[in-house]
């Protein structure tokens, strides 16, 4: 039990491990552990989040792989089993990668799209210092929100995660649900996303008789486990707005359109021309921006009243957290790291992000930094108390702090380029504070429910966070080079003056490389220009223009110039930062088109629906919402018919999320692995069916019916496995 003595101990709560047990906690084996889990997780949300703009919570799979990973090991060298505060740390410290990938990639794409680079050194940066942040601001905060606030915020999945470490210490385990998941997964991304076994998209266009609307769906497995675990009405009502975007706005724009014999801005070219998906890129995406702008707003102003009573608890909390200095006798349940480690951290943050040339912050923008910093990180934190991580509105908090930036910059006058980058650092700085803070206390519930030590957990998750942004900095590169392409472009007539571009730093990468090694200046155009489109070009010596270089993330074009298909990542919530910047500074952007959207998202507030989820369903593809939609149905049919019940607890711990949990991982490693093979210029083709079955390939890739087919078999696997029709459970009753 707690010391009573101990300045806010809850004498009434009693740990799984008591205060005064002495149990083998911060090692160095379960550091090491939870470090891997960690990077290995974040690259694969990383790779979900670029795709559908947002990730699920790591804890609960990592818990399972740890208890898994440490028993195997204890059989193989017979060594004690890792106890389950060991296995807490390693959940602790791989749940760090997932928040920071989150944070990361919502913001940092930005930067190609407002014309800069994403150099490895201002991401790396911005993932650390926001990623600490976060932690260092959760720590006087822990005793407000876990240890007094204990009945009324619950934390569901820290809680489930808590369940499944005790019964992992009772001798059950669900690993080789995740492990099936995983496998699953993986061999199905690789036959048809690698192999090209299939389609990894079918789609059909309606026609003439229903101009402009298209059906598709992305036979993606970690699509389909994204649906199961957000849960049926949320993923519904996510496809519902994919379905306004397919069906409904772009064959009206279609059809309202099409006699028109000029461009309509902002698209340049003729309405009657354009293919369903070019109507989504050049009008339906910020009708899309709009939605989720004003749905991320709505969402805020719903949680003005815990802003303020968190942040009227938090700085009295800090001050709490200052006067527990005199010495007393605190209970191992309740020691967190020193107060004065916050205020040494803090100060050292703002003066790195004051002196970093990457980031061009000023004065001002480190004080923004820690005032909405402090602010989101509350409310961040009380958010997942209430809803959990998966489910917390970051987009939202990180939208309101680019709107607030971007009209202070305004205000005063700054607007010129470098203005955008330092708004953009201080919205991503805060946006993985926040990401990371409700990650932390979502953690320390968990350790709270397990008789964890805090200041353990705490130092755990600054090693987790220090090792995932580093490793994830390096991962959105390889995604975004391994998509971008090299296009040939001829402007006889047009020369740019080389003068004022610097050096001659610029390279082709990747399998174009091979074909040109040389190196060229970087001209940017924002604006068209004698029938140049805006873009990145390379530029030789003389001022002719040679290449198009078109990223990976937010890039147009899907194939290079022989013909090869390229993997391009939307990052929805990344352009959306960038709209908003670019809009509010530079005046440009298309005010009747998002202003629709943000009624489109006032109408269904209105009606009683969450907005946000809707308007992130306008913006996406039909193509991605569709298996959102049909995991949200297979979780639905999974409850209706299940053999037992399982308290809401459970059900986050239960076979369907964690075969779910399997299948994101699976997927999305698959896809960083088929990422990083595109870097080869001969091995995607040998790969491929097309090389080594080419009879094969003409009579299944084109087929509609075959991968349509084979998703629903996925969907059936993953019903199958959370009805424990299959990969039953070995977990101990609860009476056990």
């Known amino acids: 039990m707690a010391d009573p003595h101990s300045p806010s101990a809850d004498a009434t709560h009693k740990p799984f491990i008591p205060s005064e047990a002495n149990v083998p906690e911060l090692t160095v084996v379960p550091l090491l552990v939870g470090g891997f889990l960690g990077v290995l997780f974040g690259a694969s949300s990383m790779y979900l989040v670029l795709k559908v703009g947002l990730t699920v919570s790591a804890s609960i799979p990592v818990a399972v792989l740890s208890i898994t990973i440490f028993r195997g090991f204890s059989w193989l060298f017979r060594v004690r089993r890792a106890t389950i505060l060991e296995n807490n740390i390693v959940q602790t410290t791989g749940s760090a990668g997932e928040s920071i990938a989150f944070g990361v990639g919502v913001t940092m794409p930005a930067l190609l799209i407002l014309g800069y680079n994403m150099d490895i050194g201002r991401v790396i940066l911005v993932a650390v210092l926001g990623g600490l942040l976060g932690i260092l601001m959760m720590i006087p905060l822990r005793r407000a929100l876990i240890v007094k606030e204990a009945k009324t915020l619950v934390y569901p999945e820290g809680t489930a995660c808590a369940e499944v470490l005790i019964a992992g210490e009772k001798g059950g385990t669900s690993a080789k649900t995740v492990f099936a998941g995983f496998g699953v997964g993986f061999a199905f991304k690789i036959f048809y996303d690698t192999l090209k076994l299939w389609k990894d998209v ?27 675990i957000i849960g049926t009405r949320i993923s519904l009502i996510m496809g519902a707005g994919g379905v306004l975007s397919a069906l409904v706005l772009t064959p009206m724009i279609k059809l309202f359109g099409g006699g028109l014999e000029h461009p309509l801005a902002p698209a340049t070219k003729l309405i009657r021309d354009m293919s369903p998906h070019d109507i989504w890129h050049e009008y339906v995406l910020y009708i899309g921006a709009g939605a989720v702008a004003a749905g991320g707003i709505v969402s805020l102003l719903r949680s003005l009243p815990t802003i303020i009573s968190g942040a009227i608890r938090g700085l009295k909390s800090l001050r709490q957290g200052a006067g527990d200095a005199a010495p007393v006798e605190v209970a191992r349940i309740d020691r967190d790291l020193p107060i004065w480690t916050v205020w040494v ?22 004080f923004l930094i820690l005032l909405f910093g402090f602010l989101f990180v509350t409310v961040s934190s009380r958010l997942t108390g209430e809803i959990g991580s998966s489910s917390n509105p970051i987009s939202g908090m990180t939208i309101a702090t680019l709107l607030l930036t971007s009209l202070i910059f305004l205000a005063l006058g700054w607007v010129s380029a470098p203005y955008k980058v330092t708004a953009l650092s201080i919205a991503a700085i805060v946006c993985i504070a926040a990401s990371n803070g409700g990650t932390t206390s979502q953690d320390l519930k968990t350790g709270y429910l397990v008789g964890a030590t805090p200041s353990k957990q705490q130092i755990a998750i600054l090693v987790g966070a220090l090792s995932s942004a580093i490793c994830i900095g390096y991962v959105i590169l390889a995604l975004n080079d391994a998509g971008t392409v090299f296009l040939k472009r001829d402007y006889p007539d047009f020369k740019v003056d080389v003068s004022e571009l610097g050096q001659m730093t610029e390279q ?13 200046y970087a001209w940017r155009l924002r604006e068209p220009q004698g029938g140049i489109e805006p873009g990145k070009y390379l530029v030789d010596e003389s001022g002719h223009i040679r290449y198009l270089e078109d990223p990976g993330i937010n890039g147009k074009y899907d194939h290079r110039d022989d013909g090869t298909p390229v993997k391009k990542y939307q990052a929805p919530k990344a352009t959306l930062m960038a709209l908003i910047i670019d809009g509010i500074m530079s005046r440009t952007l298309p005010w009747g088109l998002v202003l629709i959207g943000a009624f489109v998202a006032l109408v269904l507030e209105l009606c009683g629906l969450s907005s946000l989820a809707f308007a992130v369903g306008v913006y996406l593809p039909l193509s991605t919402s569709t298996p959102i939609m049909l995991g949200g149905l297979v979780r639905w049919i999974a409850d209706k018919t299940t053999r037992r019940k399982m308290s809401a607890a459970e059900a986050e711990s239960g076979p369907g999320v964690l075969v779910s949990s399997g299948l994101i991982a699976g997927g999305t490693i698959a896809g960083v692995v088929g990422a990083f093979i595109a870097f080869s210029d001969q091995l995607p083709r040998a790969l491929t069916v097309e090389s080594w079955a080419p009879g094969l390939h003409r009579v299944v890739v084109d087929s509609n019916l075959l991968p349509v087919l084979l998703f629903c078999g996925l969907a059936a696997f993953l019903y199958a496995a959370a009805n424990e029709y299959i990969l039953k459970s070995d977990a101990p009753k609860a009476d056990a």
């Open 508 to 520: 082709l990468k990747g399998p174009d490389a091979v074909k040109d090694p040389g190196h060229y």
């Open 202 to 228: 079918p789609d059909r266009v309606l026609g003439k008789w229903y101009d402009g609307a298209a059906v598709s769906v992305e036979v993606a497995p970690e699509l389909l486990g994204v649906g199961y």
């Open 345 to 366: 951290g803090m100060a050292a943050i703002v003066l790195a992000v004051w002196i970093a040339p990457q980031l061009q912050v000023n004065a001002l923008g480190g």
